[in-house]
């Protein structure tokens, strides 16, 4: 089983962009589907983007808040997945966890409860 650290969160302004890293453990990442997902104060957490298990790049998918602003991507090489943000906004303020869950390739899901193991999380502000 992997272990996760995100890395990458801080304060921005609005408009501004953000990189966010999720460093995985282990020698089978290409056999993980991977997820991002956010928690604001006093919310659930919430479903941000998956990317498939793949030995390549991977099939992406967003939560319909994010399209188009934010872009996932992996490198099994480093065993790194990135979520890139752009234009953000206030509202995505929140808590950002990585999520994996070993799966066969071309899978990916956005519910929370198909993924079994989570990161410590990064926190993410972007002021108005």
């Known amino acids: 089983q992997v272990q996760l650290v995100e890395s990458g969160g801080g304060l921005v302004q609005a408009g501004g962009s953000l990189r966010l890293s999720c460093a995985a453990s282990?020698?089978?990442?290409?056999?993980?589907?991977m997820g991002w997902f956010r928690q604001a104060p006093g919310k659930e957490r919430e479903f941000v983007a998956a990317?498939?298990?793949?030995?390549?790049?991977?099939?992406?998918y967003y939560a319909a808040s994010v399209k188009g602003r934010f872009t996932i991507s992996r490198d099994n090489a480093k065993n790194t997945v990135y979520l890139q943000m752009n234009s953000l906004k206030p509202e995505d303020t929140a808590v950002y966890y990585c999520?994996?869950?070993?799966?066969?390739?071309?899978?990916?899901?956005?519910?929370?409860?198909?993924?079994?193991?989570w990161g410590q999380g990064t926190e993410v502000t972007v002021s108005s």
């Open positions: 999520a994996a869950r070993h799966a066969s390739i071309g899978y990916y899901s956005q519910r929370i409860y198909n993924y079994d193991t």
């Open positions: 990317i498939s298990s793949s030995a390549s790049a991977g099939i992406s």
């Open positions: 282990g020698r089978t990442f290409s056999s993980y589907a």
